[in-house]
């Protein structure tokens, strides 16, 4: 789906039915009527942590949250619903507009020849006023400005997964592990007698700033704010500055890009093979880095202890809970 063709739509429909639109900086649309205060916003790939973000902002100035996305599985349509947000995925959105737009069309006549608007607008685009049931309960969270990826993987999840692994838990940390992520580009040409080499490069990658280490991994959704536990959440130091990992990872981006191409000429009537490595120099290399945090659950039993990548659920390592300290 088109953001702006999406919101633009909108904009019309509640406009049609006498809605003050305005901009926010929470949303994409808010549209106001009498008591009404609909918070709307696109999002075109959502995780709990910015849902629950959504609404609690949407809370503090009061009203109702739309969140519309092109999918929502059934796991963030539960959590979306205890936190009192409503979803509308691509489906949803297309019936609703189609519902509204036909009851303009269609609408019922006052005696001067005037659409009654308002008699089917609840039905066709108000969300549903939030149920009034017990709320499941949730870790208190509190937002600090930390520019990183999403917690995609909850608590329970994590902790469910390292049961599996490493038997009953005893302690548990979400830290935030701090990278040098990069993205580069390069497009150059190596010549070598009659031929002519082409070398080109397009990817992401992170330094790990404690470790050293080099990954060409790809994280989307890098935010300036972060929800996290008030209780047992660390943020490590980098350790590796930026000029050490600047160079960390030129060396991985030219080892990744290296070229060994056999050539073969003739010398009079002799055919000779030749060997040769070709790399891409270091000034034709286009590097933008920043220093952002990936969360990280630490989870320890009685005898094992576990990481789990809290953005995408992978495990990360399995040691000795005896042993050192994790990154």
Not at 17 to 34: M, N, P, R, V
Not at 93 to 100: D, K, N, Q, T
Not at 245 to 254: E, H, V
Request: net charge neutral.
């Amino acid at each position: 789906m088109n953001k702006q063709v999406v919101i633009d739509i909108l904009r019309k429909i509640f406009a049609y039915y006498d809605y003050s639109i305005s901009s926010s900086d929470i949303c994409d649309l808010l549209a106001e009527k009498d008591s009404d205060h609909l918070f709307i916003k696109f999002e075109p790939q959502t995780n709990l942590n910015s849902i629950r973000y959504f609404s609690h902002n949407v809370q503090r100035y009061g009203g109702k949250s739309v969140l519309i996305s092109e999918f929502f599985d059934e796991r963030t349509r539960s959590f979306a619903l205890d936190e009192g947000v409503t979803l509308w995925d691509k489906d949803e959105l297309e019936s609703r507009i189609g519902r509204a737009v036909l009851s303009g069309a269609l609408g019922e006549y006052g005696e001067k020849g005037q659409i009654k608007k308002e008699n089917n607008m609840q039905y066709d685009m108000q969300p549903p006023s939030p149920r009034e049931q017990p709320k499941k309960k949730y870790e208190k969270t509190t937002r600090i400005s930390l520019r990183s990826v999403a917690v995609n993987i909850e608590k329970s999840e994590a902790l469910s997964l390292a049961e599996s692994k490493i038997g009953k838990v005893k302690y548990q940390q979400l830290k935030f592990i701090p990278i040098w992520y990069y993205r580069y580009h390069f497009s150059t040409q190596k010549k070598f007698k009659s031929r002519v080499i082409d070398l080109t490069g397009d990817d992401e990658g992170y330094i790990n700033a404690i470790t050293g280490e080099n990954s060409f991994n790809k994280y989307n959704g890098i935010q300036d704010n972060i929800f996290v536990p008030t209780q047992n959440y660390e943020i490590k130091q980098p350790k590796v500055e930026k000029k050490d990992a600047l160079s960390r990872i030129t060396d991985s981006i030219i080892r990744e890009h290296t070229k060994e191409v056999r050539l073969n000429e003739m010398i009079g009537d002799t055919i000779v093979f030749e060997q040769k490595v070709f790399t891409p120099d270091l000034q034709d290399i286009n590097i933008k880095m920043e220093l952002i945090y990936i969360p990280v659950w630490e989870i320890r039993g009685g005898r094992e202890a576990i990481e789990i990548n809290g953005y995408d659920g992978q495990i990360m390592a399995v040691r000795a809970s005896s042993s050192a300290e994790f990154i």
